[in-house]
């Protein structure tokens, strides 16, 4: 009953999520251009993000699960001439359960700023990274200050679009360190509707690994002011599993809003 209860408000943001997709007023769908730009982690443009992650099973511990409500900020700038994206993550709400107990808070803060680089039709940037220790349970973050980089290549094409980020993290104290694999394919539909793959396999060196492959359906709306909302859900399984409490199965749902970026003349 107590895990019912956790997610009678992640399922509520589900059905909004569904509800938005399928009747967002004052939108119309996107053309393929508009929707790879709302999946391209280096869109020069302005975000609100919400994403969630639902993990009802994770390895090694069946009567265990965890859940995060990331509110992720991303801001496009040219501090010294040079074009820029920063983002900065934190799980606004954070769950974790398991035999012994039950932990709710928030979770660990992390910003990166990336440099941006063209060549033709790809984009690399790359950029430094840290991580805070302001989860308020010991289960719900690391404990450790962080830091480390932060890199991405995305391309458009015809069909839809292709990334890949990765990042790797270090502890101060040496302790803990975190690399980040995360391939993006999304593959463009009519009506604005797409397919996506975004699962992130991250290897904790010498505790833990896992990796997530999922297959989701999103949809772009586009406003005639330039203002984007793309609201997707995406099941995620964990081929690869090593070590406990990394997630077997895990469901990934979000809401994205962008704003065009009015530069001073």
């Not at 302005?46 to 069946?62: C, G, W």
Request: aromatic fraction near 10%.
């Amino acid at each position: 009953m107590k895990q019912r209860r956790r997610y009678r408000w992640a399922a509520a943001l589900w059905r909004a999520v569904a509800v938005l997709a399928l009747a967002a007023p004052a939108t119309t769908a996107a053309k393929d251009d508009s929707q790879n730009e709302a999946n391209d982690p280096l869109t020069p443009k302005m975000a609100f993000q919400v994403h969630d992650y639902a993990q009802p099973i994770l390895s090694e511990r069946p009567e265990a699960g965890a859940h995060q409500l990331y509110l992720r900020h991303v801001l496009p700038h040219d501090a010294l001439g040079v074009d820029q994206i920063a983002r900065a993550s934190l799980p606004l709400i954070a769950n974790s359960w398991g035999p012994h107990g039950a932990w709710n808070g928030i979770g660990d803060f992390t910003v990166y700023d990336m440099a941006i680089a063209y060549i033709g039709q790809t984009k690399l940037g790359a950029g430094p990274l840290a991580t805070a220790p302001t989860a308020s349970a010991p289960a719900l973050g690391s404990g450790k200050w962080q830091g480390g980089a932060q890199t991405v290549v995305s391309a458009a094409h015809d069909w839809g679009l292709s990334a890949l980020l990765s990042s790797y993290q270090q502890a101060f104290d040496g302790t803990l360190q975190t690399l980040t694999i995360q391939p993006l394919l999304f593959l463009n539909l009519d009506g604005g509707y797409y397919l996506r793959s975004t699962g992130i396999s991250t290897f904790n060196l010498g505790h833990n690994s896992v990796v997530p492959v999922g297959l989701g359906l999103g949809r772009v709306f586009e406003r005639p002011d330039g203002r984007v909302v793309n609201v997707f859900v995406e099941p995620q399984y964990s081929v690869l599993q090593t070590g406990p409490g990394v997630p077997a199965f895990q469901i990934f749902t979000g809401v994205v809003l962008q704003f065009p970026v009015r530069r001073r003349r």
